[in-house]
């Protein structure tokens, strides 16, 4: 394989085959083929390519159409699809993408066909979403050349690309890969072939934790929603994105990177999610999972504190988090003393209630080890200026009087407020700690580098922010410590700190140093 110079993106002239021409495959030639190559489309099914390939053509005619491209390019890239009858017909290619059925057995009989067909130096590619390009690779007599080039759905839209680097996988072909998936106008990441990579691993306790807060009954579904979008800066709340995906998919995906880490805690599969599927109330597809998709069925309610008509409120603001801040320019109903020396998480006094940002114990605890009964706990936000829903919870101790003049401060400020049950690290915090977690233990074990991590969960699921850039903003301590509560508090590995993590702490060190 080194005898070709791979070293760089392949000609715009080299011949790219793609074999399924399903959802992927079809988004994976328009793309190839917009971006200038011949490509050769192939499915095992009479007709489905040539289908395929009418319905990517009326894609390009309407995005030429709404003036997302010309109309000369549009006519180019039809002008370059070609379907074609077997396999044999593709030994002209350079390279090689495979969007077929998952299944293991299936894809190494693929490649095992197309070793004998296309020339030495085409390199394979397979855009496997679970499987191990390594063990796909194990049957081949070159397995050299097989790497993963995992595309997002929709292709044409989604720009990330996981250029998956088997065991054999040799390193100039993975380059190649990189550089073409880049020519092509992606943004291309590396990751090691390990259970799901770098977006479905690091992805996990987004879905994990929002089902843990709704099993003990931290919170409703469409309050968990709305805060990760409201306050988390996140597109989608974890139960749409479930609903979304379908829960027979994502509870597979979870089931399958639960199995491949041989049972690893962190990534326990929920008994919510599965009696849902159990049900057949896989989300939208099926018309019913979290929510219910009747045409006429009223929006899920979301959990939010009533306007609390509290007097003014002589308040006490400490420290210099950025909730104070926002706190300090808003506030306008009362005096307020400022103590901006002030170096814990205590960041207001409203009357007898002390308002600190969560840091992993629950309410009730922190209650009790301050000895304050009246006390409360507000969530995590990606950005305070600009959220408009935040969470918050009290003690068990704290008066329903005093809790309420700090809901009354944080309406004034012009916050919605949704209260949680005093769950430990509310609904962001943990689910943003958690998510630093799984991507410093994937760097740490060499999946992927620190940027590609945070570049990956932005570009492949839309993340607001990068989590470990995430944990630099919030601070490596703060995240550290809340992963710490958490563990206390339920004594499970399951919240164990990654050892970068720890080191980082030790060092006083950022990420992306």
Known sequence: ????????????????????????????????????????????????????????????DRLATRGKISEELAQAASDRLSA??????????????????????????????????????????????????????????????????????PVPQMALVEIVRGLSSDAVVAQCAYDTAAAWGKVPVFASSTPGFIVNRL????????LRILNERGAQPATVDAVMREAGG??????????????????????????????????????????????????????????????????????TEPPCGTPPVPLQ???????????????????????????????MKAGPCRLYVTEGRTATQHSYDYDMPDLALVDLALDYASAT??????????????????????????FEISPVADVPGLIVMRTVC???NEAADAVNQGVCSAADADMAMQKGVNYPRGPLAWANTIGINTVANVLRQLSATYGEDRYRVSPLLQRLQAAKRKFHE
């Open 317 to 347: 603001l400490f420290g210099t988090h950025p909730l104070v801040e926002v706190i300090r320019a808003r506030y306008k109903k009362g005096r307020v003393e400022y103590h901006p020396w002030r170096t814990d998480n205590l960041l």
């Open 1 to 60: 394989m080194n005898s070709v110079p791979l070293s760089r993106a392949l000609p715009a002239t080299a011949v790219v085959a793609v074999i399924g021409s399903g959802t992927m495959g079809a988004g994976i030639a328009q793309v190839a083929a917009i971006a200038g190559h011949p490509v050769l489309l192939y499915d095992s099914y009479d007709g489905a390519a040539i289908k395929a390939i009418a319905t990517i053509r009326a894609e390009l």
């Open 84 to 153: 074609a009858g077997s396999l044999k017909a593709l030994s002209c290619a350079a390279l090689v993408v495979e969007a077929i059925v998952e299944q293991l057995s299936a894809k190494q009989q693929l490649f095992e066909q197309l070793e004998s067909i296309v020339a030495a130096h085409c390199i394979l590619a397979s855009n496997t979403s679970s499987l191990s390009i390594t063990r796909i690779a194990a049957s081949l007599r070159q397995p050299q050349r097989l790497v993963g080039m995992h595309f997002f759905n």
């Open 434 to 436: 958690m998510l630093i």
């Open 203 to 210: 992805a996990r306790p987004y879905y994990a934790e929002g």
């Open 234 to 303: 996140f597109r989608m709340g974890p139960f749409e994105l479930m609903d979304l995906i379908g829960h027979d998919v994502n509870f597979a995906v979870t089931q399958s990177v639960f199995q491949a880490f041989f049972n690893d805690p962190r990534f326990t599969p929920s008994l919510i999610q599965q009696e849902l599927v159990q049900a057949g109330h896989l989300g939208r597809k099926s018309g019913r999972g979290f929510y219910r998709y009747d045409q006429n069925q009223a929006p899920p309610l979301v959990e």
């Open 389 to 414: 829903r935040l969470a918050l919870t009290k003690a068990d101790q704290c008066r329903p009087r005093a809790y309420e003049m700090v809901v009354g401060v944080l309406q004034a400020c012009g």
